[in-house]
T-cell receptor
Framework: SQQGEEDPQALSIQEGENATMNCSYKTSINNLQWYRQNSGRGLVHLILIRSNEREKHSGRLRVTLDTSKKSSSLLITASRAADTASYFCAQETSGSRLTFGEGTQLTVNP | GAVVSQHPSWVICKSGTSVKIECRSLDFQATTMFWYRQFPKQSLMLMATSNEGSKATYEQGVEKDKFLINHASLTLSTLTVTSAHPEDSSFYIC????????????FGEGSRLTVL
């Protein structure tokens, strides 16, 4: 399969808790990106981490990248009910061509 | 940020008809656009890469005669699902590459196709 894997497939937490999602991929990458998708909507770009970077922060988001293990993680701190959505990692190999992971459905309970 | 618009956002059609979906970059020029298909509770699968002024590049297993892609201008790409059947019912999403160093893609809101 061209797709990478994400785990967990589903995650349910309480507001205020942290949420961690993991992504593994198979090929060499230029960068890895994380997206959010609300049900039935398009994708919203969250953060991009380049292959020569190991960690990146954006607000309550923290992304790590381990190219030796071909894995990445997305941490959402102090989660809110509004963070409920599906989260996808996507690997860019060349020319903006993205391969998406299977996604994690995050539910944040108020 | 850059805006990508898709139209229609949803469409219902009878089996055997053809449906055209438009993807427009509203405030930037996109030499490359991508078309994805997403089945319920699944990930996005890249269908094809649409290049302005040239033929689209289709992913393995995607029928080019079934899914016609035209990228006639730097702001518009269209996907036509020809002779649609119920199994073509899906959520179709386009994205456009912003010509910058970020590598960021901007996605449309998607078009939900239901074939009866």
């Amino acid at each position: 399969s061209q797709q990478g894997e994400e785990d967990p497939q589903a995650l349910s937490i309480q507001e205020g808790e942290n949420a961690t999602m993991n992504c593994s991929y198979k090929t060499s990458i230029n960068n890895l990106q994380w997206y959010r998708q609300n049900s039935g909507r398009g994708l919203v770009h969250l953060i991009l981490i380049r292959s020569n970077e190991r960690e990146k922060h954006s607000g309550r988001l923290r992304v790590t990248l381990d190219t030796s293990k071909k894995s990445s993680s997305l941490l959402i701190t102090a989660s809110r009910a509004a963070d409920t959505a599906s989260y996808f990692c996507a690997q860019e190999t060349s020319g903006s061509r993205l391969t998406f992971g299977e996604g994690t459905q995050l539910t944040v309970n108020p | 940020g850059a805006v990508v618009s898709q139209h229609p956002s949803w469409v219902i059609c009878k089996s055997g008809t053809s449906v055209k979906i438009e993807c427009r970059s509203l405030d930037f020029q996109a030499t490359t656009m991508f078309w994805y298909r997403q089945f319920p509770k699944q990930s996005l699968m890249l269908m094809a890469t649409s290049n302005e002024g040239s033929k689209a590049t289709y992913e393995q297993g995607v029928e080019k005669d079934k899914f016609l892609i035209n990228h006639a201008s730097l702001t518009l790409s269209t996907l036509t699902v020809t002779s649609a059947h119920p199994e073509d019912s899906s959520f179709y999403i386009c994205s456009a590459a912003l010509a910058s160093l970020t590598g960021e893609l901007f996605f449309g809101e998607g078009s939900r196709l239901t074939v009866l």
